[in-house]
């Protein structure tokens, strides 16, 4: 088999099992003579595939019974807009941590639905850190705080979730959904693109608190409106059937793992490894705050800011069957992301040729 370890920030490596079982199932799934692709979404096949999607989600992550799961498309960006159209409604104001380029994006378009406020922000440090939030920071009047809980291009991860009182923490969970145990009730609404710990891309996951839906206005467009997709539970339309098909398979690769608490430990020790590997190394290093550094994406420079060595050692990666490091055009150098689909064994190649690289030319 020629397939590599992909570092991709995503569309990223789906798990091999889960691939192998819907390569086994693709041209017949369970005997209903078609593949998922081409089954009715209101076929018996497919509506037990999306519920049975719904409850292994909802048991991984403890997911209480006053939040909802929709399966929605339009990616984590979509979001960006359809959280403040739901959301922004009462008061119209909301308060924002300032993360990165993502955060970015979605206070944009926040912006057009209210009033802004940035409660604290790293970017005086280029982002390399998270910024310290406390409850006496969040306006009480905010309709809801946002949080990009990690920040895939810069490679940092959120860690203290303020306690806000009864303002509603709103997170863009996409770059570290499954990756670790966290708790679902300190949140009123949590979403992600599928394409980096889920599944393929064309689905995006919400996880929203019951009291969060019903507040958007008339004349709110129907498909963008949360009570449109809890009232139908996900099927108003066609929705992205094979991806969420693929995130059934995912979802049941991760509890046969024994669920998120064995997920977490493994992705400590492949972060472990790769951080060791760059906090040791005399040619590369990781510019994150050690208490943020973020254990799915791990962004890292050459010490000297070479971008010749940084340039030959991401083809010379690529030789090894190791791709796409290179790190995202706006912070530079390279970037591993290590989601929840990457072996141990990748990261442990990618750690023995950093350090055959730097032994070849320091
Ligand atoms: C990838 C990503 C996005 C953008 O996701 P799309 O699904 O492409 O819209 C937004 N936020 C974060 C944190 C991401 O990692």
Redesign the pocket.
Known sequence: MDRVYNFSA?PSMLPLPVLEKAQKELLNYQGSGMSVMELSHRSTFFTEIIAEAENLLRQLMSIPDNYNVLFLQG???QQFAMVPMNVLTKNRKVDFVHTGS?SKKAMAEAKKFGEVRVIASSEDKNFTYIPSVTSNMIDPKADYVHI?M???IEGTVFRDIPDAGNVPIVT?M??SILSEDIDVSKFGLIYA?A??NIGPAGL?VVIIREDLIGNAPAHTPTMLNYETHRDSESLYNTPPTFAIYMAKLVFEWIRDLGGLKVMEEINREKAALLYQCLDESKLFTSPIDRKDRSLMNVPFVSVNGDKDIEAKFIKAAQGEGLETLKGHRSVGGMRASIYNAMPKEGVEKLVAFINKFEKDYV
């Open positions: 995503g990616g984590a960006s993502w990009t990690n920040n895939t863009d996409s770059s693109g394409q980096k995006t």
